[in-house]
């Protein structure tokens, strides 16, 4: 089993930064696939983007593109996503989740961070 424990949520204003975090824990020795999620009031979850287990390849919505940067520490078990330029669009239950390389399930999950945008 792998376990993923999400921080670094918070309240920032329009136009500010934040950077989540991801750690793994439990049985990591496999490779996985790293991605990240995220579930505003009403609307059902989406993906927001995702990273290869060597780091070598991206991949992130479109409405988000240019602002937030995925990125893995292996050597850490830890995943980041770097949030910039924020929205009050982008407010929403960030979630970490885990496939196996080259699957199409994403196996495990976090507990989620909540992240807020004011105006």
């Known amino acids: 089993q792998v376990q993923l424990v999400e921080s670094g949520g918070g309240l920032v204003q329009a136009g500010g930064s934040l950077r989540l975090s991801c750690a793994a824990s439990g049985r990591t020795s496999s490779s996985y696939a790293m991605g990240w999620f995220r579930q505003a009031p009403g609307k059902e979850r989406e993906f927001v983007a995702a990273i290869s287990w060597s780091g070598g390849s991206t991949y992130s919505r479109d409405s988000v593109k240019g602002r937030f940067t995925i990125s893995r520490d292996n050597a850490k078990n830890t995943v980041y996503l770097e949030m910039n330029s924020l929205k009050p669009e982008d407010t929403a239950v960030y979630y970490c989740?885990?496939?196996?390389?080259?699957?199409?399930?994403?196996?495990?999950w976090g507990q989620g961070t909540q992240v807020t945008v004011s105006s």
């Open positions: 989740a885990a496939r196996p390389s080259k699957g199409t399930v994403w196996d495990y």
